[in-house]
């Protein structure tokens, strides 16, 4: 349930964005608990996941393939028997598989599938972390009871002020002997560390062995300022490292008793500004009841004009659509009158166009000279067929007048 909560505050408030990010780490070292690296990456040969890498989108086709194999993969941790999706399979019937799976396993998948397509974002690393939740009980793995370690301080290991004074008095000790072994037994050029005696007897007394004389040639003065000038930078300071998980518990304690000795002094300035807040919405409740019963007459008629104003806007809307019908055929009809006008135009002036006539009267004219000039020369033809006819016929006689005594005298 808190996944399940975790996730509609995410996808309500974008301010929460960054759990995706946590839930992803989450996930990650629940895989490494489930020895992921050697089981999974190198016997399938897959690369090892990146600290988000189901958290922010980089690439969909990858993203998704790499989330339902590992899903599949653990899902076989918790004794479900799947085979392993390729790249060619269908990642509808993939998804609804891996779904189904996880239903029976009592994991809670109260979104659509198909949000599980780009292979990233909220509800893919919930998923998967629930996936992984179960496949470590199923494993029978147990997170043990941490184990806290004593921790040295830093002031143990640097020690305390006092080691620091203790120390300083040990060289102005040493120095002092220095002095007094040089005012004794060398020259003012000589040097001021001497433990030709006292060193003599010091490594007697301890190991019984006789060392070398120790003849430095160092001024007193000048070891005394040389040593105040380095004491401060042999101090070792440790840094606290921010990633250390005791550092942050520290804090955290102190955080609450800040919290707490706040609380203690502001408790009672906020039981008084929550019972102000309250009276204020109680008063701003009653007075809106009020403003709505005063204003009740006036909401009801809005609320009829706002009825009335949605017909009037069906109306307008039936109106205006057979307006646009209308226009549509009053366009039409325009078209076929300015045809039809052409067609009279292009009549009319075909009409009033006189000269197929004027040709037409030059033509019968021409035709009735031609008639006459015919009928003469018929005439003309006549006459002469008809004087070659008489002519003829006087020939004829001619010839027969001419026979005829001729054979009357032959008979005779």
């Not at 998923?127 to 009980?137: F, K, M, W």
């Not at 002095?179 to 060193?199: H, I, P, Q, R, V």
């Not at 906020?270 to 009276?279: C, E, G, M, R």
């Not at 067609?343 to 197929?356: F, H, I, L, N, R």
Request: negative net charge.
């Amino acid at each position: 349930m808190t996944e399940v909560r975790r996730s509609m505050d995410m996808a309500e408030s974008p301010n929460l964005a960054h759990l995706v990010v946590v839930t992803m780490e989450e996930f990650g070292d629940k895989l490494k608990l489930l020895n992921y690296e050697q089981d999974f990456c190198r016997k399938l040969h897959f690369k090892p996941l990146t600290r988000h890498y189901f958290a922010l989108p980089t690439n969909p086709g990858e993203q998704f393939h790499y989330f339902v194999n590992i899903s599949v993969w653990m899902l076989k941790k918790c004794g479900k028997s799947l085979e392993q999706p390729g790249e060619a399979d269908d990642p509808n019937a993939t998804i609804a598989t891996i779904v189904d799976v996880a239903k029976q396993l009592s994991i809670s998948v109260d979104f659509a599938p198909s949000k599980l397509k780009s292979g990233c974002g909220v509800h893919v690393c919930n998923l998967l972390n629930n996936i992984a939740d179960v496949s470590l009980r199923a494993t029978r793995f147990n997170f043990k009871r941490a184990v806290i370690h004593e921790q040295v301080t830093q002031d143990e290991v640097l020690g305390d002020d006092n080691n620091e004074l203790r120390i300083s008095r040990m060289d102005d000790d040493i120095l002092e002997e220095n002095a007094a072994d040089s005012d004794d037994g060398l020259d003012e050029g000589g040097s001021f560390l001497d433990f030709t005696n006292k060193g003599k007897q010091k490594q007697k007394s301890q190991s019984g062995e006789v060392g070398d004389v120790l003849r430095p040639s160092v001024d007193a003065t000048a070891w005394q300022m040389e040593v105040e000038r380095v004491l401060p930078h042999l101090k070792v300071t440790i840094r606290n490292d921010h990633r250390d998980w005791r550092s942050h518990y520290e804090q955290i304690h102190q955080h609450k008793d800040n919290i707490e000795r706040l609380l203690t002094n502001n408790k009672e300035q906020l039981n008084k500004l929550s019972t102000d807040i309250s009276k204020t919405v109680e008063k701003i409740g009653s007075r809106e009841k009020y403003i709505n019963s005063q204003l009740e007459h006036q909401i009801e008629e809005f609320r009829s004009a706002q009825n009335r104003f949605a017909e009037e806007r069906d109306h307008y809307k039936q109106g205006s659509s057979t307006v646009n019908e209308l226009t549509q055929q009053l366009q039409q009809i325009t078209e076929e009158l300015d045809s039809v006008k052409a067609q009279m135009d292009e009549k009319g002036t075909s009409m009033t166009d006189a000269g197929p006539l004027v040709k037409i009267k030059q033509s019968l004219t021409k035709l009735k000279a031609e008639c006459t000039q015919m009928e003469l020369f018929i005439g003309v033809v006549e006459h002469t067929l008809l004087a070659a006819k008489l002519k003829s016929k006087s020939a004829i006689h001619l010839r027969m007048n001419a026979s005829a005594p001729d054979s009357h005298f032959a008979a005779l």
